[in-house]
């Protein structure tokens, strides 16, 4: 059965660029916008900075291979594609369940980040107001006080009809592209909007260049303080150089099954691992001149997005039609990265029980409405349920939160420590070898890292995320 579900031909990208595009897709997102900065901010720039980009080289990039690797092998879901090499390489079809772990994985993460994709959609239509109200050079919210602008973000995640809406209209809008296939609508949103994103990018960092305070931002960012490079830092830095790469929830896995044979995977992992480690700092770039300038300090968490940066457009001239430039372009990344959250259950679900396209699709975006409702919710009615409170790790956290780091800490670490211990010490060596494009060198240390630093390094992130207390963070 094609993964399309089509039932003619096999659905797959129509070109390398498109299958480039749909990948930097999925990277880019909410972490770059959102949690790079924060964290670079609240854990000592440069020192993050550079740091992040080692682990995106030496363990993100081979982590990216390797998921791609199974996944154009296999041209299948990404379980069935894990059982295919895994028989292949004469060893047992069990390996499958690692591939079904990140399965569910991207399912739990489906379920709060559409939440925070509907909070911005929520800030883009706040923008669009402001914008008709004060014209296109105005500053934003005029005559607002900063603490008003800033209470916006707690009055709107309080509000569970609102949150509740938000979610499923992004979620709505996350389907309409999924239950058209492969060619005919992931791909369409990922031509359509990444393009348009990296020139929203482009442009507002350019204004803040300009009109905001950009060498302190240099200085900020880029200034190298080794003493600021503790344990806890150096973890958080690998934990989103993972998050930001989309790895361990075999969104690389299904994308790479829609591959075609001549693409070379190791080239093209090269590609989209430095276009989304790219926009993670050109997306400090944009937004720190802009808070600098507004003499505000740089928060970390969600409050620098949602609350900080509109304070800061309240200073800036044409604030308001930059404001909603800002938020339109975190939209557009946040919802490729939604798509291929949706399309791995729904490559799974198409596949396991023959279904027609929107059918699965349909499924998830029924399991996601309601796993998201209750994140939504989270936030406000139900903010007192902790689900998991009983365990120490998740103490005090709603479903949001515990979705998170169910997630971060331990689901997609596991499956991205198995997947390296399959292709490092299990997988046939051949078939490793004529699917991932490397020769002499770049084969030879490809094969270093995915044996020993990956494994090394994901483990570290696991008893650390799990245990915390160990490195005192
Ligand atoms: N990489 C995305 C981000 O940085 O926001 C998040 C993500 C998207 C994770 C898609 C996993 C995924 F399959």
Not at 159 to 183: D, K, P
Not at 215 to 235: A, C, H, I, N, Q
Request: with cysteine; glycine share 14%; proline share 4%.
């Amino acid at each position: 059965m094609p993964l399309s579900g089509s039932g003619t031909a096999s659905d797959g990208w129509s070109s390398r660029t498109a299958f480039v595009l749909a990948a930097i897709g999925s990277a880019v997102g909410l972490g770059n916008l959102v949690r790079f900065p924060a964290e670079a901010g609240e854990s000592g720039g440069g020192a993050f900075v550079l740091f992040y980009i080692g682990c995106v080289l030496l363990i993100g990039l081979p982590v990216l291979l390797s998921e791609t690797l199974i996944g154009r092998h296999g041209q299948a879901s990404a379980p069935e594609s894990f059982r295919r090499v895994a028989e292949q390489s004469g060893s047992s079809p069990r390996w499958e369940w690692v591939a079904g772990l990140a399965v569910l994985s991207c399912f739990l993460i489906l379920g709060f980040y559409c939440v925070i994709g509907g909070w911005v959609l929520h800030y883009i239509w706040l923008f669009l107001e402001d914008l008709f109200a004060t014209g296109i050079s105005g500053t934003a919210f005029q005559g607002v006080p900063a603490s008003e602008v800033e209470g916006l973000f707690p009055a709107m995640i309080g509000n569970g009809m609102l949150t509740v809406s938000l979610n499923l209209v992004f979620l709505l809008i996350t389907f309409a592209f999924v239950m058209r296939g492969i060619s005919g609508g992931i791909e369409k949103a990922a031509v359509w909007l990444m393009p348009a994103f990296f020139v929203l990018l482009i442009g507002i960092t350019i204004y803040g260049a300009f009109g905001g305070a950009f060498s302190r931002t240099l200085d900020y960012l880029f200034v190298f303080e080794p003493e600021k490079l503790t344990g806890p830092v150096m973890l958080a830095a690998l934990g989103q150089a993972f998050f930001s790469l989309s790895l361990g929830v075999a969104g690389m896995i299904t994308y790479g099954a829609y591959v075609g044979r001549n693409v070379n995977l190791g080239g093209t992992s090269l590609v989209i691992a430095s276009a989304d480690t790219c926009v993670a700092i050109i997306a400090g770039l944009c937004i720190f001149p802009i808070v600098f300038a507004a003499g505000l300090a740089p928060n970390g968490g969600l409050g620098l997005m949602f609350q900080t940066l509109p304070h800061a457009f309240q200073e800036m001239p044409a604030g308001s039609l930059i404001g909603l430039a800002f938020f339109i372009m975190v939209g557009f990344a946040a919802l490729t990265s939604s798509v291929a959250l949706m399309e791995v259950p729904t490559a799974w679900v198409i596949e396991k029980f023959a279904l027609a396209r929107p059918l699965g699709a349909g499924i998830v975006l029924v399991g996601g409405v309601v796993l998201g409702t209750l994140s939504a919710l989270s936030t406000g009615a139900l903010a007192g349920f902790h689900p998991l409170g009983f365990i120490g790790l998740f103490e005090g956290q709603g479903v949001l939160d515990t979705l998170d780091t169910l997630t971060s800490r331990l689901t997609m670490p596991v499956a991205a420590l198995l997947t390296v211990i399959f292709i490092g010490w299990i997988a046939d060596r051949r078939l490793v070898d004529s699917e991932n494009g490397l020769t002499g060198v770049l084969h030879m240390t490809f094969m270093l890292l995915v044996r020993w630093l990956c494994p090394l390094a994901l483990l570290a992130i696991l008893v650390v995320g799990l245990f915390p207390g160990l490195l005192g963070g």
